[in-house]
């Protein structure tokens, strides 16, 4: 199945493009697609935005799927299915 990620903010500047497609097994969780990005983007993903194991992503960030917070879809362990858009974004802060 066929997964697009886009990136906002922090996360966009920090990996320097705007979003990636991926093709996935059926039956992949957001866990395993985080993992995958992990390994993909390496070392400043893993710090900044998400180290696998951890049961959500780092604070200040959030990730939606088809514009649903993944709390709302059950965390890490929902499950995504083809043509799914994830977004990953820094939380925005200030006053």
Not at 16 to 44: I, P, Q, W, Y
């Amino acid at each position: 199945m066929k997964v697009r990620v886009q990136y906002f903010g922090f996360i966009k500047n920090m990996l320097n493009k705007r979003e990636e497609h991926f093709e996935l097994d059926e039956d992949t969780s957001l866990s395993d697609l985080l993992n995958k990005l992990a390994e993909v983007h390496g070392v400043a993903f893993r710090k900044e935005v998400y180290e696998p194991g951890l049961k959500d992503v780092k604070m200040g960030f959030s990730v939606t799927v088809n514009g649903v917070l993944m709390g709302q879809l059950g965390g890490l362990d929902a499950k995504l299915s083809d043509g799914d858009n994830v977004i990953l974004m820094s939380l925005m802060s200030g006053g």
